[in-house]
């Protein structure tokens, strides 16, 4: 069966988090934060971080997962977003992405490291949140070691 991942994009407060739970539930799997900054560990205040009420049982991962004192960048999360996708991707036909960092989203979707040889196609679904408005598309997600 083809693997997919689900994205869901927006800024903060729209009601990403929740979806993404219900989502998640849904199809028995798992989310992957897709936010620059619920990632650290010292960064609670102004993040909008789900509290494990919100999370509901469900696993969420890059979130407090590094610290402040590391260097970490648009490409690192990408080759541990890949690698955690494979592990996901072992056990579930759906992961959700949830967040709203463009960079991040676009890194794992599209690549920054494109001299690379392609080791698998992925769909992703993207659900973009717009205050008042909420629009649909699909495109295909080329993951690249």
């Known amino acids: 069966m083809q693997k997919h991942l689900l994205i869901i994009c927006g800024s903060t407060a729209v009601g990403k988090t929740?979806?993404?739970?219900?989502?998640?539930?849904?199809?028995?799997?798992?989310?992957?934060s897709a936010d620059s900054r619920q990632l650290y560990k010292e960064m609670s205040i102004g993040t909008a971080k789900p509290t494990v009420q919100e999370m509901e049982g469900v696993p969420h991962h890059f979130i407090d997962c590094i610290s402040i004192q590391q260097n970490y960048t648009a490409g690192d999360y990408e080759k541990e977003v890949i690698k955690k996708l494979d592990e996901l991707f072992a056990q579930h036909d759906i992961v959700v992405m949830c967040g709203g960092t463009g960079l991040y989203i676009d890194a794992v979707c599209k690549g920054f490291y494109l001299l690379n040889f392609i080791r698998c196609k992925r769909n992703a679904i993207f659900i973009v949140f717009k205050p008042g408005n909420l629009s649909f598309g699909v495109v295909t997600c080329v993951l690249l070691n």
Not at 18 to 32: C, F, G, M, P
């Open 18 to 32: 929740a979806l993404s739970v219900q989502l998640a539930k849904h199809y028995s799997t798992e989310v992957i």
